[in-house]
């Protein structure tokens, strides 16, 4: 019997999920000969924590063990956290998304910007100027086509993060910079 579909995975693993304090963002099942794999993608405001992840995956295989949707399939368990590349669409992500770089495609026009505030209807990104720095920008939810986080690799400007309002509560800030070989060599040294 091959691995239940992606449905049948989801009806088992809600409540559990939702009953541990997290959202179940997806359920990806792969079916691919005998390397079979169930993959279930949770988040929460304070995100993922490696031990949670580990005690919901524990919790989850106990769940697969007892109906018999499973059969004698072998398969493996990944349960995991979204990652970067997520479409944000839902306004949980929003929330939970403050604070970082995105590309947002309004179909009129593409823009990067900060995620700032989520309103009713709207979302606040603030928006670099290069003469005037940056400002905030209200854009109505519906106008979103789409939108991706971008992975920051340096130290995000103060002035764009206040507009933003910060970091969502429990989540990690942008990326700090880091430093190169000669900048470490020169900090272990006498001055």
């Known amino acids: 019997m091959p691995v239940p579909s992606e449905e049948r995975v989801t009806e088992l693993v809600s409540d559990l999920v939702q ?7 997806d359920v990806v099942v792969t079916s691919a000969g005998k390397h079979s794999a169930v993959r279930v993608v949770v988040d929460s405001d304070a995100g993922l924590e490696l ?3 580990a005690e919901l995956s524990r919790e989850i295989s106990a769940v697969f063990d007892d109906v018999s949707d499973f059969g004698e399939s072998p398969y493996n368990l990944e349960v995991t956290s979204p990652g970067v590349d997520r479409p944000l669409t839902l306004p949980r992500h929003w929330r939970r998304s403050r604070g970082r770089k995105a ?18 209807n709207t ?26 986080v971008r992975v920051e690799f340096s130290k995000p400007n103060p002035k764009e993060m206040e507009l933003a309002g910060g970091v969502a509560e429990g ?6 910079p880091t430093m190169s070989v000669d900048e470490e060599e020169s900090e272990g040294q006498d001055k």
């Open 19 to 25: 009953r541990r304090g997290f959202d179940l963002e």
């Open 51 to 53: 031990d949670q992840a």
């Open 103 to 120: 590309t947002f495609d309004l179909g009129h026009e593409n823009i990067d910007g900060r995620i700032g505030r989520l309103n009713e």
């Open 123 to 148: 979302l606040d990104v603030v928006v670099g100027g290069a003469k005037t720095g940056p400002a905030v920008r209200e854009i109505p939810l519906d106008d979103i086509r789409s939108a991706v």
């Open 171 to 176: 989540r990690v800030a942008p990326a700090e």
